[in-house]
């Protein structure tokens, strides 16, 4: 059963950015296990690697291969013993090789868009009425990710959640003319480094000049630096603690000013937006 948890600060925190009014606000909403809900009816991880990993298209060697990395590489994301730097290495790490093995078995652009046609994105329930929300308002929302940036954008054309005011700063492959992946980068966006420095350079960060005011929505801890080196005046922190236990609830309201458990709904921050823009 979903719970909403709140910190010492979050009233505070509200109640200036209401004040403010919805045209100082911007939203940055972490995109898989956020947008998208932690898992499928049939298990399967709703990621943009996720659904990659599980496609009929792709042959077992990749499977294999992939999920050997994913048992390997999460545990440490998720350690709270190693240090960011450690943890950064690794992060990066994972994200080569995983890119080194889509390009060994041919992944391609007309095989990128099967999948997401193939196996659609599962979406967290209230995604369409909160960026509907915040489009009426025109209040932007940035989705930073350490997925597929062709990936998440395809999901979300596929839902109509593409709109004007949708920006998606991630990991964008560069393709040859016939469709194989030729390179991506020229940075890992991975969890670990999601911050300003991946949004200079991007058409986001003429926005985000203009907007002293954030929300910001993850599901990991990490997600909180997704706002440093950033300019603003109140920042206000939301965590999905998907799989539930106390002392990962210690963990989160540490970090997040509000959570919401149980890979729950996005009802509330729908809330926040209904009274900052007064619809």
């Not at 994913?70 to 190693?82: G, V």
């Not at 730097?85 to 652009?109: D, G």
């Not at 309201?253 to 959570?259: K, P």
């Amino acid at each position: 059963m979903t719970k909403i948890y709140k910190n010492k600060d979050f009233e505070d925190k509200l109640k200036r950015i209401i004040k403010d009014g919805e045209e100082h606000l911007h939203l940055i909403i972490d995109f898989d296990k956020t947008i998208t809900k932690e898992c499928t009816s049939k298990g399967v991880r709703n990621t943009s690697f996720g659904i990659i990993q599980k496609s009929k298209l792709m042959p077992q060697g990749y499977v294999k291969e992939t999920n050997e990395f994913y048992k390997y590489y999460h545990d440490l994301e998720m350690s709270r013993t190693i240090s960011q730097k450690e943890k950064t290495k690794y992060m990066i790490e994972w994200w080569v090789r995983v890119y080194e093995i889509m390009k060994k078995y041919n992944l391609n652009l007309n095989q990128i868009k099967e999948i997401v046609k193939e196996n659609p994105f599962i979406f967290r329930k209230g995604t369409k009425n909160l960026f509907d929300l915040c489009e009426k308002a025109n209040i932007p929302i940035l989705i930073f990710s350490a997925g597929i940036t062709q990936v998440i954008e395809l999901g979300l054309k596929h839902e109509n959640l593409n709109q004007k005011n949708v920006h998606v700063v991630s990991n964008k492959f560069e393709f040859n003319e016939d469709g194989s992946i030729n390179n991506f980068g020229p940075i890992v966006v991975q969890s670990q480094n999601k911050d300003e420095r991946i949004v200079r350079g991007t058409p986001y960060e003429k926005i985000l000049k203009k907007k002293r005011n954030v929300i910001v929505i993850g599901d990991l801890p990490a997600d909180v630096t997704m706002t440093r080196g950033m300019d603003h005046d109140n920042e206000l922190y939301i965590g999905l603690l998907n799989e539930f236990s106390e002392e990962k609830l210690k963990q989160y309201l540490d970090n997040f000013d509000a959570v919401i458990t149980h890979d729950g709904p996005f009802d509330f921050v729908i809330d926040l937006i209904k009274s900052i823009s007064k619809q």
